[in-house]
Every structure is written in C-alpha cells, then in structure tokens.
C-alpha cells in the first residue's frame, strides 16, 4: 500500500525521475556468462537429448498429450520431436500482465521487467521472540500484510506453510487470506487438481468475473519443480495441464542442484535444466498454445562435504547468468531466486541473499522468488529477514533508476556558488531536492558508533523485529465489496463442510 | 601465501579452468548507467568548468608546475588550458604493473583487470574478544599477515593506524612492517616530503634495487583525496609531485560525497569528481608525462537527516557505474570502493560492502579498496569484518571464471547414466570432479539448523573469530635476505635516532 524508502513531501522539486518499486524495468543489459555459440549449443544438445533419450513422465493423461502431438511413448518414456518442441517455443509468449485484483497492481513480465517475489514454501517460520517453529495461518497472513505494504514486492507468495490447518481444508483456508488481505496476484499450489479448481474458484468470485472471461488472463500463478533429473511425476504434471487449461501463469522450474540432481558440472546442470524446461513448456504448450509460462532456474549447487543445497554460490550466479540467455534463446520471460543457506540473520544471509538477488536481477531474471524472508535453504521464513530484504530490494529497485542529466542535475552553478572547500549542506540546490534525493532505508543505520552504543547495541535483526511489528501494526486491509467477501466466505463453509480435497 | 576455497587434491581430474585468486580479469561487460552521449556531456562539461572556473590549488609548487605549463594562476585559484589537459589525459597510462617484492605477486592495472584491496585508513580496530579500540602497531601486523596468507589481496594497505607510535616515527615502523611481513606491493601514506623520502628508501632497500632502477617502476601505492569541492591541499598537491617525481603509483580520489562536499544530484557529484581528477591528473602528468595514475571514485552520498556518510546505497551504486564510463572515456585505471556504515559485523554491514563491492567489480573497477574489513563508515577496521568479507571477495574471485563447455562438461553421457529419478552422487563423472568443483566457503555455513544449534548457534562473526585466529596461527613470514633485513632496521634506527620526519 505505501512505498518506504524516499519520502515525498510535497512542493520539494527536483530533476530526478518519480521512484515507482512497482513494475520495476532494468536499464542494464543482462550480463552474459556464455558465447552465443555456447548458447546455441546448450540448446541444441538439449533438443537433441530430447529427441534421443526423452524424459520420464508419470501422469498418463500428459503422455497421452505428448503422444497425441507425435512424440514417441514407450512405457513411461516419452521421446520428443523436435518439430513439437519448437512449435512450442513459437507458441509460449514472449510477454504477458498477470492482473492483480485493482489495476495498480497488475504484474508484468517480458524482458527487462523486474519482478521482486517473497519467500515461497518455508514449512518452518522464525522470528527473535517466539524462535523457529512450525508456520501457521496467522504466520502467512502475517506474510500477506508485510507483502501488501510493501510496493517492491510484486505478487503474493506461500511465504510460510500454515501446518496449524488441516491438509484438506488447507488450500481453501490460503487462497481466502490471500484474496482478503492483499491487492496483488497469488500464489497457489498445484497440488492435485480438486484443490486447483476450489483456488481458481475463490480467485474468480474475489475477481467477480465469470469462467469464460477468468480463462481469458492469467490472474495467479503456480511453480512446477521438474523432479530432476529428467521426471515429471504426477502431481507436476497436473499441475501444468490444469494451469494451462485455465489460462493462468505456471511457472516451469527444474530442481537442478548441481552435483545432486543435475551434473557437478555448470554447464551440465544447464542443459539438463534446459531439456526439463523444453519438456515442460511443450506439455503446456500442447494443452493451450500460447498459454502464459515461465522458463523457471534454480541451478544452483549442493555443498559437496554435506550433500546439503548451497545458495548464495559463484555456481549460483553462474548457473543465473546461463539461464537468463537460455531462456532469451528461446524467448520466455525467466524466473529466478534470492536465497541464503543461513540458519540466521547474520551477515552469511545477507551475503548470500544479496548475490543471488543481485545475480538474478543483472542476469536479467523477470522473477525473481525468495527475495525477501528466505532462510535455511528454504525450511525457514524469517520476519526479520522480510524486513531486512526489503530494504535490500528497496535499494535494488532504486539502482535500476536513472540518473537526471539536465543542466541543473550538473549543477555547475551550485559548484560555483559553494565555491572551493565549502559545502553543499546549505545551498538552495541541496534544499530543494535533499527530501527526495536519496534512498532513506528501512532499517540500515547510519548512526555514529556512541549514539548506537547509547541505543543498546542493536544488530540489523533487532532492529527488523520492531520494524515488522510496525509493519503489521500500520497494515490495512484493502477494501473488498462485502457481497463478494460473503460469495467467497459461503464457497470455502460449504467446501469445507464438504471435508475439502486431499492433495492427489 | 595459500589461496583457501577449492581444494586442490592431486590426481583429481577436471575440465574446468584451475582458478587463481591472484591477478583477476572480469570476463563481463561493465555496466553502462549513462548513454555515451552524457558520458561526453559530462567530459567537456567539467573541462570547460576547469578553464572558466578552476579549482583552489594551496601549495605554491604546485601552482608553479600549472603556469609554466600555460594555465592561468590568479591567487590560489588555477584555470586551465583544456590543451594541457588534453595533453595530460593523453600521456597518463592506460595499464601497468605495480611490482612486489616477488614476481608472483606483480599487480596489473588496466582495462578488466580487477584487484581487491583490504580496508585502510581507520584510527580504531576491533574484534570480538577485545572490542572496539585504539589501532596499534600490533594490530596493523596482524592485518598485513592477513593481507600476505589470502591470494584474493592484491596489495597490503594501511588497515589500521599505529596510533601507539609516536607520530614522527610511525611511517618508518609501518612500512618496515609492511616491507617484512608480505611480499605484496605496498601502499604508504603521502603525508609529508620527508616521511615520503623514507619510505621510499625503506621500500628500496627491501626490493634491494638502485636509486635509479627504484623510479623506472611502480613498486608501491598511495591514495590522495582532493579536498572537495575544487581545492588541493598543501600535502595532497605535495603527494602528487613526490609520487609523479618518484614513478611511483597515485590515486587520485575526490572526497565527492553527494549533499556535503558535492551536489546533490548524482550527475552534479560525478561532474566535480571529474573535473578533480582531471586537475590532479594534470598536476601529476606535468610532473612525470607518462607517471602511473589511477582515476579515483568514491563518489556516494551522505544521509540527509544526520550529515554522516552513507555506504552501499543505491547512489553510491550509480555513482561507481558513472565514475566506470568517465575513467574510461579517459583511458584510465579506476579505483572503487567496497564498504559499510555499520557498527557491528551484522546483516546491514554484509547487505552494503555485498552491494558497494558487486557495483565496483559490474562498473569494471580496477582497484577495489576497503574491499574486506572496513567497518563503521571507515572508522573501523574489524577482524571479523576482514575474514567473512574475504568469504565475499573469494565468491567474487570466482563468480569472475569462465565455465567449461566440453562434452564432458555437458555430461551427457552421465545424464544418461544416472537415468530419470536418479542422482549425480555416485556416478564417476561427480566423483572425478567433486573435490574441485565448487567453492569452498571459509566461513559461510552449510549446516543444519541442528546442528547449528548443538555448536552453540555460532553466528558468521563468531565463526570469523575462530577463522582469523586460525589465519595468524597459520601465517608464515615471506624470506628476507638477512643483509637486506639488517640495512632497512639500520635505516629506521638511524632515522629514529635523528627524530623522524613530523608529517607537513
């Protein structure tokens, strides 16, 4: 609802461009790990793996889908033609808007857009006064109010996995916090096709659309992890087929940990995330051409010593950069993560989860997952870390501004004005912009070694704790028209009283 | 003297290219902030400035070295010939080697080269067993055996001052510290003519060479702040012409923090950093044509509502990306900076020194200084700080390797071993590749969290603790010739005797 970060007083001028943290577009050119030859022959061997060797697939309904097109099965082997593959690379859009519940929060995603997405999964949540414990309903929609308030993230996410909600009725209960306390595009689960169709629903009468017109945009999103190496099970499979039939945005990402899942070597752990990517899109692309997907990567590397995942790696941002031409190879937008193996709030976190976010953003990523909260490789959401990534994310998004370049941006009068060995503290340049001149953090303190010696000696994590309290104590919930609150409230008590759905 | 991170097992087979900490080069495009349009725009605009206006230039030499070369001396202020800037911008070098007292450890400067320089300057030290306090002698050592035993350090710096050395005989115990201590080039302070003198001389017997052979080549570094806005000191410009005089390597770095030495406007600080070191330059060029330089950027900005600097902001990102296309619209070697304004080794500290130091080596800086250890906007020089920043610059070191695209890289064949489903644990591909194929944090954790717990829940500072004792544990002194120890503890006791040099 509100952006921290510069304050906007009015009647203060200045040459520099408005900050928005919505819709953030990069101005830098992706950085690039691999030649273009080196990218055409990832792709390639990828394809021609496909064609050769093929994935498994699990789900009978998508190897009839497969076999349908003219890819070759053989018991649960499917064997791809590269023909159908690339008609699915031609079909897959290149850009899309994912709608949020009120205009200003409509997400875009095609190159160069730059989208910052919470923490995704977490079973376990943290924070200093009640320690790491299992996540609960009141945890995530804790989530819902700290991503509704802050603009640079873009979507909601399953911050924190609420264990206190019985499985079946799990999904219901969500996807009602989700629509009630944010504005902003959700996150659900493919977790079993009944379960898909209660979400889509709730979605629809919070949207307050009919069925024809909620097929007709993506309104939510999911993420698919391909059971590396080469599987797709069940539940994946589904998950892909029943977005692709609703229209909604899935996104398509391999779980290639290198030397675990994927090859110990980078670029073995690319084409085989690419092959899974093709294989994936292709089903999508096969059930709705032209359904909105995303080439997902998380290519990152296991600690060799322990088997463990490790993020915040030179792998990782290796691994980030070869994805982003990849996934421009074939004309996706391209999803990445911000992530942290810390079990803590401590300066590994931050490290970590600022080279890997950083990774992602000059990689080109157009999403970018885990951006805030991510702890422990992914068991734990941190409150503190939420606030303390966004203060990262806060400084990323204002990196990706311009520069004004006027006469008075150079401000050679102002120079002259001050004159040698003076300052600029005073000057009328300095008090008309000096409100809006530069990022004020959240939480990053400037204070002098005494006043923070005064105030208790307090680290980044106790400062994020008052700051998310604050957070939660300013949080208001959007408006919504009170019969469609009571449409979703009467769905979710009949499903309920129905005993809801299991996860397949 | 090691280089930490991969192990290096013999017999161990691998398709990638062994990594060297030392002598780095960037493979990547520096990032571009400003359209090469402004980057001309701000060029000719602080040139046309530098005739019109000039800067205050204190040191009456100084100011005779610009009017025998044509600019126009009123006062104190200079004006300049844009043809004698032309003429310095022209002789001044694009790349050299600065040389340590071994050949492995020569420093190059030039386009993409990228050294990382450990934190210099602070008055006070601190680690966790004795807190924060006065730097000594003692404590200045224990960073240059840091400094010797990590590759990933270019070059030593004045970490911390000697501040129980009285000041007229500091400069001679410092650099036969740093003389002894390391083999890596040194860096020495350019505060007087007579401390210069000395330490030039020390600097000579060390390297064992003649008087003559001492000014063919660069064997040690200096960084002089132009007093922002427009003015060179008496012992800035003095610096200058002993370093120019000598051969011997200067930075040139405004102090152009935006809102207090330099307007508020990104474009307006970079424009007077410009222009500063383009009058250094030309001073320095004047004196030696041909003389090693580096074009200095520190440019970031100060917090609006308490004055202090700020670090790792989204303005000082910005200004390293500018100052990278002004260095280099020069022909310049550039200098940046890594750093932090927080007290403590905590998330803040690791998120800005992350960021500020990511920026410096995206911008193509070639002389990352502060790069580890730096603390508390510049007051601290933390042995915490110093070992997990050098997890930081290791990651970096390596994020800046190419990787493999072999087939056996590709590892097609072992995809097809392991089969869908399966893992890469096992098979020979991994197992041939495992030792050396990922980096090997010094610091950064991958445990669980019970196991972090059952170890006492060590935080990444706590972890540095034991890690930099370990450091010093380990550290070995470089060999000296005895004959050459002797002259230079003959020096220093001869000049003690005489009183030292006070600075001017």
């Keep these: 609802m509100v952006r921290r970060g510069r304050s906007r007083d009015a009647g203060t001028e200045?040459?520099?461009?408005?900050?928005?943290?919505?819709?953030?577009?990069?101005?830098?050119?992706?950085?690039?790990?691999?030649?273009?030859?080196?990218?055409?022959?990832?792709?390639?061997?990828?394809?021609?793996?496909?064609?050769?060797?093929?994935?498994?697939?699990?789900?009978?309904?998508?190897?009839?889908?497969f076999a349908e097109a003219g890819c070759t099965v053989d018991g649960d082997m499917v064997r791809f033609d590269p023909d159908v593959i690339a008609e699915a690379i031609?079909?897959?859009?290149?850009?899309?808007?994912?709608?949020?519940?009120?205009?200003?929060?409509?997400?875009?995603?095609?190159?160069?857009?730059?989208?910052?997405?919470?923490?995704?999964?977490?079973?376990?949540?943290?924070?200093l006064d009640r320690g790491r414990r299992d996540g609960t309903l009141a945890d995530q929609e804790n989530f819902l109010r700290m991503t509704e308030h802050f603009d640079v993230m873009s979507v909601a996410a399953p911050c924190v996995e609420p264990n206190d909600i019985p499985i079946n009725i799990r999904h219901l209960h969500s996807i009602r916090s989700s629509m009630t306390l944010t504005h902003k595009p959700t996150f659900l689960f493919a977790r079993g096709r009944d379960r898909v169709a209660d979400n889509f629903e709730i979605i629809r009468l919070a949207y307050d659309i009919t069925p024809e017109a909620f097929v007709e945009a993506p309104r939510c999103w999911t993420n698919v992890n391909v059971n590396s190496p080469r599987q797709l099970d069940i539940p994946m499979s589904m998950g892909i087929i029943d977005f692709a039939r609703a229209g909604q945005v899935c996104i398509l990402t391999p779980f290639t940990l290198a030397g675990a899942m994927a090859p110990v070597t980078m670029a073995g752990a690319l084409v085989l995330q690419h092959m899974e990517?093709?294989?994936?899109?292709?089903?999508?692309?096969?059930?709705?051409?032209?359904?909105?997907?995303?080439?997902?990567?998380?290519?990152?590397?296991?600690?060799?010593?322990?088997?463990?995942?490790?993020?915040?790696?030179?792998?990782?941002?290796?691994?980030?950069?070869?994805s982003g031409q990849l996934?421009?190879?074939?004309?996706?937008?391209?999803?990445?993560?911000?992530?942290?193996a810390s079990t803590s709030v401590d300066a590994q976190g931050a490290y970590e989860t600022m080279l890997n976010t950083w990774a992602a953003v000059l990689a080109g990523a157009n999403w970018i997952?885990?951006?805030?909260?991510?702890?422990?490789?992914?068991?734990?959401?941190?409150?503190?870390?939420?606030?303390?990534?966004?203060?990262?994310?806060?400084?990323?998004?204002?990196?990706?501004?311009?520069?004004?370049?006027?006469?008075?941006?150079?401000?050679l009068d102002a120079i002259t004005d001050v004159g040698p060995g003076?300052?600029?503290?005073?000057?009328?340049?300095?008090?008309?912009?000096?409100?809006?001149?530069?990022?004020?953090?959240?939480?990053?303190?400037?204070?002098?070694?005494?006043?923070?010696?005064?105030?208790g000696r307090l680290t980044t994590e106790q400062r994020a704790n008052a700051m998310w309290k604050q957070v939660l104590a300013d949080y208001e919930q959007p408006p919504m028209d009170g019969a469609v609150a009571a449409q979703i409230d009467d769905f979710v008590e009949r499903r309920i009283a129905e005993g809801g759905a299991p996860p397949d």
Tied chains: 1, 2.
């Design 90 to 127: 031609a079909s897959a859009p290149s850009e899309f808007t994912l709608l949020g519940r009120n205009p200003a929060y409509d997400v875009h995603l095609g190159l160069g857009h730059v989208n910052l997405v919470p923490v995704g999964g977490p079973p376990f949540v943290s924070d």
């Design 14 to 65: 200045t040459a520099s461009p408005t900050t928005n943290y919505r819709n953030l577009v990069t101005p830098y050119e992706p950085l690039r790990l691999l030649s273009d030859d080196h990218v055409e022959h990832l792709h390639t061997s990828a394809i021609r793996y496909l064609a050769d060797e093929g994935i498994r697939v699990l789900f009978d309904e998508a190897r009839e889908i």
């Design 369 to 411: 997952m885990h951006a805030a909260g991510w702890q422990e490789g992914g068991l734990v959401a941190s409150y503190e870390k939420f606030v303390a990534d966004i203060d990262m994310c806060q400084i990323i998004a204002e990196s990706l501004q311009p520069i004004g370049m006027t006469d008075a941006d150079l401000a």
């Design 327 to 340: 996934a421009r190879h074939v004309g996706l937008p391209w999803r990445s993560s911000g992530s942290s």
């Design 422 to 455: 003076g300052h600029f503290f005073g000057v009328d340049h300095t008090l008309e912009r000096y409100s809006t001149a530069f990022y004020d953090p959240l939480l990053f303190s400037r204070a002098t070694y005494e006043q923070w010696d005064e105030e």
């Design 277 to 322: 990517v093709l294989a994936a899109l292709t089903l999508s692309q096969l059930v709705r051409p032209g359904g909105p997907v995303v080439y997902g990567a998380f290519t990152s590397n296991v600690d060799m010593k322990s088997g463990s995942p490790a993020f915040g790696t030179p792998e990782a941002f290796k691994g980030a950069l070869g």
